[in-house]
Protein backbone atom coordinates (compact mmCIF):
# COMPACT_ATOMS: atom_id res chain seq x y z
CA UNK A 1 0.00 0.00 0.00
CA UNK A 2 3.04 2.40 0.83
CA UNK A 3 4.83 1.73 -2.16
CA UNK A 4 1.31 2.46 -4.45
CA UNK A 5 0.67 5.95 -2.57
CA UNK A 6 4.83 6.59 -3.47
CA UNK A 7 4.02 5.69 -6.85
CA UNK A 8 0.69 8.21 -7.24
CA UNK A 9 2.62 10.59 -5.56
CA UNK A 10 5.52 10.42 -7.33
CA UNK A 11 2.89 10.64 -10.57
CA UNK A 12 1.52 14.36 -9.06
CA UNK A 13 4.43 15.60 -8.52
CA UNK A 14 5.73 15.01 -12.48
CA UNK A 15 2.91 16.21 -13.64
CA UNK A 16 2.78 19.52 -11.63
CA UNK A 17 6.65 20.30 -12.33
CA UNK A 18 5.66 19.69 -16.26
CA UNK A 19 2.60 22.18 -15.84
CA UNK A 20 5.03 24.55 -13.76
CA UNK A 21 7.80 24.52 -17.09
CA UNK A 22 4.85 25.27 -19.54
CA UNK A 23 4.32 28.45 -17.68
CA UNK A 24 6.53 30.79 -20.31
CA UNK A 25 7.14 34.93 -18.57
CA UNK A 26 7.91 37.52 -20.81
CA UNK A 27 9.00 40.91 -19.96
CA UNK A 28 9.45 42.23 -23.49
CA UNK A 29 6.93 42.07 -26.28
CA UNK A 30 9.11 41.67 -29.13
CA UNK A 31 10.86 38.35 -27.61
CA UNK A 32 6.95 37.35 -26.87
CA UNK A 33 6.05 38.05 -30.86
CA UNK A 34 9.67 36.60 -31.94
CA UNK A 35 8.96 33.12 -29.76
CA UNK A 36 7.00 30.07 -31.45
CA UNK A 37 3.38 31.22 -30.72
CA UNK A 38 1.32 28.37 -31.77
CA UNK A 39 3.20 26.20 -28.72
CA UNK A 40 2.32 28.26 -25.87
CA UNK A 41 -0.10 26.70 -23.58
CA UNK A 42 0.53 28.59 -20.52
CA UNK A 43 1.60 32.54 -20.52
CA UNK A 44 2.43 35.34 -17.98
CA UNK A 45 3.08 38.17 -19.93
CA UNK A 46 4.08 41.44 -17.71
CA UNK A 47 4.08 44.83 -19.76
CA UNK A 48 3.04 47.51 -17.37
CA UNK A 49 4.75 50.83 -17.48
CA UNK A 50 6.52 49.42 -20.58
CA UNK A 51 4.79 52.31 -23.58
CA UNK A 52 4.13 49.93 -25.55
CA UNK A 53 1.26 52.02 -26.76
CA UNK A 54 -1.75 51.64 -28.91
CA UNK A 55 -0.01 50.10 -32.13
CA UNK A 56 1.83 47.93 -29.15
CA UNK A 57 -1.16 46.57 -27.88
CA UNK A 58 -2.88 46.10 -31.57
CA UNK A 59 0.31 43.94 -32.18
CA UNK A 60 0.14 41.95 -29.22
CA UNK A 61 -3.47 41.24 -29.92
CA UNK A 62 -2.63 39.87 -33.29
CA UNK A 63 0.86 38.27 -31.45
CA UNK A 64 -2.01 36.40 -28.96
CA UNK A 65 -4.48 35.19 -31.96
CA UNK A 66 -1.83 32.80 -32.86
CA UNK A 67 -1.27 30.63 -29.60
CA UNK A 68 -3.91 28.40 -30.73
CA UNK A 69 -3.40 25.78 -27.73
CA UNK A 70 -3.36 28.59 -24.83
CA UNK A 71 -5.17 27.81 -21.81
CA UNK A 72 -3.94 29.81 -19.28
CA UNK A 73 -3.01 33.50 -19.42
CA UNK A 74 -2.21 36.35 -16.92
CA UNK A 75 -1.65 39.34 -19.12
CA UNK A 76 -0.49 42.96 -17.17
CA UNK A 77 -0.76 45.92 -19.44
CA UNK A 78 -0.96 48.92 -16.65
CA UNK A 79 -0.09 52.41 -17.53
CA UNK A 80 0.90 51.85 -21.31
CA UNK A 81 -1.60 54.88 -23.20
CA UNK A 82 -3.93 51.69 -24.64
CA UNK A 83 -6.59 53.29 -27.23
CA UNK A 84 -10.18 52.04 -28.13
CA UNK A 85 -8.63 50.88 -31.36
CA UNK A 86 -6.06 49.07 -29.84
CA UNK A 87 -8.54 47.28 -26.82
CA UNK A 88 -10.66 46.29 -30.30
CA UNK A 89 -7.68 44.23 -31.51
CA UNK A 90 -6.88 42.64 -28.91
CA UNK A 91 -10.31 41.80 -28.35
CA UNK A 92 -10.01 40.12 -31.86
CA UNK A 93 -6.54 38.38 -30.98
CA UNK A 94 -8.70 36.89 -27.63
CA UNK A 95 -11.29 35.54 -29.51
CA UNK A 96 -9.36 32.86 -30.99
CA UNK A 97 -8.19 31.74 -27.97
CA UNK A 98 -10.91 29.25 -27.65
CA UNK A 99 -9.37 26.87 -25.37
CA UNK A 100 -8.88 29.51 -22.73
CA UNK A 101 -10.12 28.27 -19.23
CA UNK A 102 -7.96 30.84 -16.72
CA UNK A 103 -7.87 34.31 -18.16
CA UNK A 104 -6.07 37.52 -15.78
CA UNK A 105 -6.49 40.52 -17.73
CA UNK A 106 -4.96 43.62 -15.40
CA UNK A 107 -5.20 46.96 -17.04
CA UNK A 108 -3.86 48.49 -13.81
CA UNK A 109 -0.84 48.68 -11.80
CA UNK A 110 -0.54 46.14 -9.13
CA UNK A 111 1.67 47.60 -6.19
CA UNK A 112 4.19 44.33 -7.12
CA UNK A 113 4.45 46.01 -10.54
CA UNK A 114 5.23 49.47 -9.08
CA UNK A 115 7.95 48.15 -6.56
CA UNK A 116 9.60 46.34 -9.33
CA UNK A 117 9.63 49.59 -11.14
CA UNK A 118 11.32 51.48 -8.46
CA UNK A 119 13.79 48.78 -8.09
CA UNK A 120 14.80 49.20 -11.87
CA UNK A 121 14.94 53.07 -11.61
CA UNK A 122 17.28 52.63 -8.53
CA UNK A 123 19.53 49.89 -9.99
CA UNK A 124 19.66 51.12 -13.85
CA UNK A 125 20.30 55.13 -12.94
CA UNK A 126 22.59 54.47 -9.52
CA UNK A 127 23.30 58.21 -10.44
CA UNK A 128 19.73 59.09 -9.41
CA UNK A 129 18.90 60.31 -5.86
CA UNK A 130 16.44 57.40 -4.11
CA UNK A 131 14.00 60.72 -3.53
CA UNK A 132 13.96 61.61 -7.68
CA UNK A 133 13.18 57.72 -8.36
CA UNK A 134 10.44 58.34 -5.57
CA UNK A 135 8.92 61.14 -7.32
CA UNK A 136 8.91 59.17 -10.75
CA UNK A 137 7.14 56.25 -9.49
CA UNK A 138 4.68 58.79 -7.15
CA UNK A 139 4.19 60.45 -11.17
CA UNK A 140 3.47 57.60 -12.88
CA UNK A 141 0.89 56.37 -10.15
CA UNK A 142 -1.11 60.12 -10.24
CA UNK A 143 -3.31 58.31 -12.26
CA UNK A 144 -2.59 54.61 -11.59
CA UNK A 145 -4.36 52.40 -13.55
CA UNK A 146 -5.24 54.58 -16.31
CA UNK A 147 -5.13 53.68 -20.04
CA UNK A 148 -7.39 55.66 -22.51
CA UNK A 149 -9.68 52.52 -22.74
CA UNK A 150 -13.78 54.02 -23.66
CA UNK A 151 -16.84 52.68 -24.52
CA UNK A 152 -15.69 51.65 -27.99
CA UNK A 153 -12.83 50.04 -26.97
CA UNK A 154 -14.84 48.00 -24.40
CA UNK A 155 -17.02 46.82 -26.46
CA UNK A 156 -14.34 45.27 -29.01
CA UNK A 157 -12.63 44.13 -25.98
CA UNK A 158 -15.89 42.62 -23.88
CA UNK A 159 -17.14 40.68 -27.63
CA UNK A 160 -13.87 39.09 -27.96
CA UNK A 161 -13.72 37.47 -24.19
CA UNK A 162 -17.40 36.43 -25.35
CA UNK A 163 -15.87 33.72 -27.46
CA UNK A 164 -14.07 32.59 -25.03
CA UNK A 165 -16.79 29.69 -24.12
CA UNK A 166 -14.65 27.26 -22.15
CA UNK A 167 -13.54 30.18 -19.13
CA UNK A 168 -13.74 28.43 -15.61
CA UNK A 169 -11.67 31.37 -14.31
CA UNK A 170 -11.75 34.82 -15.27
CA UNK A 171 -10.06 38.35 -13.86
CA UNK A 172 -10.33 41.76 -15.24
CA UNK A 173 -8.96 44.41 -14.30
CA UNK A 174 -9.97 48.07 -15.31
CA UNK A 175 -9.85 50.00 -12.72
CA UNK A 176 -10.28 53.74 -13.49
CA UNK A 177 -10.83 53.45 -17.65
CA UNK A 178 -13.73 54.87 -19.03
CA UNK A 179 -15.60 51.89 -20.20
CA UNK A 180 -19.01 53.72 -19.21
CA UNK A 181 -22.69 52.46 -19.06
CA UNK A 182 -22.41 51.08 -22.44
CA UNK A 183 -18.98 49.61 -21.64
CA UNK A 184 -20.37 47.74 -18.23
CA UNK A 185 -23.09 46.21 -20.63
CA UNK A 186 -20.94 45.65 -23.37
CA UNK A 187 -19.25 43.42 -20.92
CA UNK A 188 -22.14 41.70 -19.08
CA UNK A 189 -23.41 40.52 -22.87
CA UNK A 190 -20.21 39.22 -23.72
CA UNK A 191 -19.45 36.96 -20.23
CA UNK A 192 -23.02 36.00 -20.31
CA UNK A 193 -22.05 33.53 -22.98
CA UNK A 194 -19.28 32.22 -20.40
CA UNK A 195 -21.73 30.10 -18.68
CA UNK A 196 -19.22 27.67 -17.39
CA UNK A 197 -17.26 30.48 -15.20
CA UNK A 198 -16.87 29.69 -11.64
CA UNK A 199 -14.25 32.16 -10.19
CA UNK A 200 -15.01 35.74 -11.64
CA UNK A 201 -12.94 38.71 -10.53
CA UNK A 202 -14.22 42.37 -12.10
CA UNK A 203 -12.30 45.42 -10.56
CA UNK A 204 -14.07 48.28 -12.08
CA UNK A 205 -13.38 51.08 -10.00
CA UNK A 206 -14.34 54.65 -11.29
CA UNK A 207 -15.36 53.63 -14.66
CA UNK A 208 -18.76 55.81 -14.65
CA UNK A 209 -20.69 52.98 -15.01
CA UNK A 210 -23.58 54.34 -13.14
CA UNK A 211 -27.28 52.77 -12.49
CA UNK A 212 -27.92 51.44 -16.02
CA UNK A 213 -24.27 49.60 -16.29
CA UNK A 214 -24.64 47.92 -13.34
CA UNK A 215 -28.06 47.20 -14.58
CA UNK A 216 -26.66 45.73 -17.91
CA UNK A 217 -23.86 44.04 -16.49
CA UNK A 218 -26.20 42.28 -14.16
CA UNK A 219 -28.31 41.41 -16.63
CA UNK A 220 -25.64 39.37 -18.82
CA UNK A 221 -23.60 37.82 -16.01
CA UNK A 222 -27.41 36.25 -14.63
CA UNK A 223 -26.80 33.87 -17.27
CA UNK A 224 -23.57 32.81 -15.56
CA UNK A 225 -25.40 30.50 -12.86
CA UNK A 226 -22.03 28.34 -11.95
CA UNK A 227 -20.65 30.80 -10.29
CA UNK A 228 -19.18 30.12 -6.91
CA UNK A 229 -16.19 32.70 -5.94
CA UNK A 230 -16.99 36.24 -6.92
CA UNK A 231 -15.58 39.76 -6.81
CA UNK A 232 -16.54 42.61 -7.59
CA UNK A 233 -15.21 46.89 -7.22
CA UNK A 234 -17.95 48.93 -8.56
CA UNK A 235 -16.70 52.10 -6.15
CA UNK A 236 -17.17 55.38 -7.31
CA UNK A 237 -19.37 54.85 -10.40
CA UNK A 238 -22.08 56.96 -9.28
CA UNK A 239 -23.98 54.18 -8.44
CA UNK A 240 -27.30 55.12 -6.64
CA UNK A 241 -30.87 52.95 -5.56
CA UNK A 242 -31.74 51.78 -8.64
CA UNK A 243 -28.18 50.29 -9.42
CA UNK A 244 -27.94 48.52 -5.88
CA UNK A 245 -31.77 47.15 -6.76
CA UNK A 246 -31.01 45.54 -9.91
CA UNK A 247 -27.50 43.98 -8.72
CA UNK A 248 -29.45 42.85 -5.64
CA UNK A 249 -31.79 40.97 -7.97
CA UNK A 250 -28.97 39.40 -9.95
CA UNK A 251 -27.81 37.82 -7.04
CA UNK A 252 -31.28 35.33 -7.16
CA UNK A 253 -29.48 34.05 -9.83
CA UNK A 254 -26.39 33.21 -8.19
CA UNK A 255 -27.81 30.07 -5.79
CA UNK A 256 -24.28 28.39 -5.76
CA UNK A 257 -22.43 31.58 -4.76
CA UNK A 258 -20.10 30.39 -1.28
CA UNK A 259 -17.42 33.67 -1.38
CA UNK A 260 -18.64 37.12 -2.42
CA UNK A 261 -16.70 39.77 -1.79
CA UNK A 262 -18.36 43.27 -3.01
CA UNK A 263 -17.06 46.89 -2.87
CA UNK A 264 -19.40 49.96 -3.27
CA UNK A 265 -17.65 51.87 -1.33
CA UNK A 266 -18.33 56.50 -2.34
CA UNK A 267 -21.85 55.87 -4.47
CA UNK A 268 -24.92 57.31 -3.83
CA UNK A 269 -26.77 53.91 -2.69
CA UNK A 270 -29.25 55.22 0.34
CA UNK A 271 -31.54 52.73 2.03
CA UNK A 272 -34.15 51.35 -0.57
CA UNK A 273 -30.68 50.22 -2.58
CA UNK A 274 -28.92 49.18 0.19
CA UNK A 275 -32.11 46.85 1.29
CA UNK A 276 -32.77 45.60 -2.02
CA UNK A 277 -29.20 44.39 -2.70
CA UNK A 278 -29.05 42.66 0.55
CA UNK A 279 -32.45 41.04 0.12
CA UNK A 280 -30.55 39.86 -2.85
CA UNK A 281 -27.67 38.30 -0.99
CA UNK A 282 -30.24 36.53 1.42
CA UNK A 283 -31.12 34.03 -1.39
CA UNK A 284 -27.67 32.86 -1.93
CA UNK A 285 -28.43 30.45 1.21
CA UNK A 286 -24.71 28.91 0.26
CA UNK A 287 -22.52 32.17 1.84
CA UNK A 288 -20.04 31.46 3.63
CA UNK A 289 -18.03 34.07 3.24
CA UNK A 290 -19.12 37.92 2.74
CA UNK A 291 -16.84 41.48 2.52
CA UNK A 292 -19.68 43.61 1.59
CA UNK A 293 -18.09 47.64 1.28
CA UNK A 294 -20.75 50.34 1.54
CA UNK A 295 -18.54 52.73 3.19
CA UNK A 296 -19.41 56.47 2.52
CA UNK A 297 -23.17 56.15 0.86
CA UNK A 298 -25.95 56.68 2.77
CA UNK A 299 -27.74 53.31 3.44
CA UNK A 300 -29.19 54.88 6.88
CA UNK A 301 -30.59 52.67 9.38
CA UNK A 302 -32.17 49.49 7.65
CA UNK A 303 -30.30 49.15 4.63
CA UNK A 304 -28.52 46.11 6.17
CA UNK A 305 -32.04 44.12 6.44
CA UNK A 306 -32.12 41.06 4.20
CA UNK A 307 -28.50 39.54 5.32
CA UNK A 308 -30.07 37.68 8.01
CA UNK A 309 -31.18 34.95 5.73
CA UNK A 310 -27.64 34.09 5.21
CA UNK A 311 -27.64 31.67 7.78
CA UNK A 312 -24.38 29.60 6.70
CA UNK A 313 -22.13 32.62 6.86
CA UNK A 314 -19.28 32.20 9.10
CA UNK A 315 -16.71 34.76 7.63
CA UNK A 316 -18.42 38.06 7.25
CA UNK A 317 -16.54 41.83 7.08
CA UNK A 318 -19.04 44.65 6.76
CA UNK A 319 -17.81 48.16 6.40
CA UNK A 320 -20.65 50.58 6.74
CA UNK A 321 -18.47 53.73 7.85
CA UNK A 322 -20.46 57.53 6.78
CA UNK A 323 -23.58 56.42 6.32
CA UNK A 324 -25.83 58.20 8.25
CA UNK A 325 -26.47 55.22 10.65
CA UNK A 326 -28.05 56.46 14.17
CA UNK A 327 -28.94 53.87 17.04
CA UNK A 328 -32.07 52.77 15.23
CA UNK A 329 -29.64 51.32 12.16
CA UNK A 330 -27.33 50.09 14.82
CA UNK A 331 -30.24 47.58 16.34
CA UNK A 332 -31.13 46.40 12.82
CA UNK A 333 -27.50 45.15 12.49
CA UNK A 334 -27.66 43.78 16.20
CA UNK A 335 -30.59 41.67 14.69
CA UNK A 336 -29.14 40.74 11.81
CA UNK A 337 -25.84 39.26 13.31
CA UNK A 338 -28.02 37.71 16.09
CA UNK A 339 -29.71 36.03 13.02
CA UNK A 340 -26.31 34.54 11.29
CA UNK A 341 -25.97 32.10 14.24
CA UNK A 342 -22.89 30.46 12.54
CA UNK A 343 -20.62 33.78 11.93
CA UNK A 344 -17.08 32.43 13.69
CA UNK A 345 -15.38 35.95 12.31
CA UNK A 346 -16.65 39.19 11.89
CA UNK A 347 -15.43 42.65 10.77
CA UNK A 348 -17.52 45.46 11.45
CA UNK A 349 -16.62 48.84 10.42
CA UNK A 350 -19.22 51.71 11.82
CA UNK A 351 -17.27 54.73 12.12
CA UNK A 352 -18.42 58.37 11.14
CA UNK A 353 -22.16 57.99 12.01
CA UNK A 354 -24.44 59.26 14.59
CA UNK A 355 -24.20 56.37 16.80
CA UNK A 356 -24.99 57.36 20.62
CA UNK A 357 -24.92 55.34 24.03
CA UNK A 358 -28.30 53.54 23.63
CA UNK A 359 -27.03 52.27 20.07
CA UNK A 360 -23.52 50.88 21.31
CA UNK A 361 -25.45 49.27 24.25
CA UNK A 362 -27.37 47.35 22.08
CA UNK A 363 -24.85 46.48 19.31
CA UNK A 364 -22.65 44.99 22.65
CA UNK A 365 -25.97 43.12 23.55
CA UNK A 366 -26.45 41.80 20.23
CA UNK A 367 -22.43 40.75 19.65
CA UNK A 368 -22.66 38.64 22.58
CA UNK A 369 -25.60 36.70 21.55
CA UNK A 370 -23.35 35.51 18.51
CA UNK A 371 -22.29 32.47 20.85
CA UNK A 372 -20.11 30.85 17.74
CA UNK A 373 -18.17 34.22 17.38
CA UNK A 374 -13.85 33.40 17.48
CA UNK A 375 -12.48 36.41 15.75
CA UNK A 376 -14.17 39.88 16.07
CA UNK A 377 -13.01 43.79 15.02
CA UNK A 378 -15.45 46.50 15.79
CA UNK A 379 -14.46 50.14 14.31
CA UNK A 380 -17.19 52.59 16.33
CA UNK A 381 -14.38 55.58 15.59
CA UNK A 382 -16.11 59.16 15.54
CA UNK A 383 -19.25 58.45 17.22
CA UNK A 384 -21.63 60.14 19.79
CA UNK A 385 -20.12 57.79 22.66
CA UNK A 386 -19.08 58.83 25.74
CA UNK A 387 -15.81 56.76 27.33
CA UNK A 388 -17.69 55.33 29.70
CA UNK A 389 -19.81 53.89 27.63
CA UNK A 390 -16.90 53.10 25.37
CA UNK A 391 -15.61 50.55 28.27
CA UNK A 392 -19.03 48.89 29.22
CA UNK A 393 -19.40 48.10 25.54
CA UNK A 394 -15.80 47.01 25.51
CA UNK A 395 -16.26 44.81 28.63
CA UNK A 396 -19.66 43.27 27.93
CA UNK A 397 -18.08 42.11 24.60
CA UNK A 398 -15.18 40.16 26.61
CA UNK A 399 -17.86 38.33 28.60
CA UNK A 400 -17.89 35.89 25.36
CA UNK A 401 -16.64 32.41 26.59
CA UNK A 402 -15.51 31.62 22.99
CA UNK A 403 -13.95 34.85 21.30
CA UNK A 404 -10.68 34.12 20.90
CA UNK A 405 -9.47 37.56 19.53
CA UNK A 406 -10.98 41.14 19.72
CA UNK A 407 -9.54 44.22 18.71
CA UNK A 408 -11.90 47.25 18.83
CA UNK A 409 -10.62 50.40 17.57
CA UNK A 410 -10.51 53.65 19.54
CA UNK A 411 -12.63 56.49 19.24
Same mark, same amino acid.
Given at each position: ??????????????????????? +???????????????? %?? !?? %????????????? !?????????????? #???????????????????? $???????? @?? =???????????????? !????????????????????????????????????? *??????????????? /?????? %??????????? *???? $??? @?????????????????????????? #????????????????????????? !???????????? /?????????????? $?????????????????? =??????? /???? &??????? $???????????????? @? /???????????????????????? &???? %???????????????????????????????? +?????????????????????? *???????
Amino acid at each position: MTDYLSQILTIFLKRNKQMIQQI +NYFKDLEKFLNSSLQS %HQ !AL %HITLSLNQIGAEG !ASVLGLGLGKCIDL #SNLQLYLGQNQISDQSSLDL $GSGLEKCT @NF =SNLKLYFSIRLYELLG !AFKDICGKKKSRSIQESKMLIYKGDTQIGKNQIGAEG *ALGLFSGLGKCTNLS /NLTLDL %HQNQIGAEGAS *ALGF $GLG @NCTNLQNLKLYLGSNQIGDEGIQGLG #SGLAKCTNLSNLTFNFSENQIGDKG !ALGLGFVFNKWT /NLSILTLYLHQNQI $GTEGASGLCSGLGKCTNL =SDLTLDL /NNNQ &TGALGSF $GLEKCTNLQNLTLLLG @N /NQIDDEGTSVIGFVLVKCTNIQNL &TLHL %HYNQINDEGSSNLGCSLLKCTNMLNLTLNLYQ +NEINKKQQLKVKNKILKSQRLV *AFKFNQW
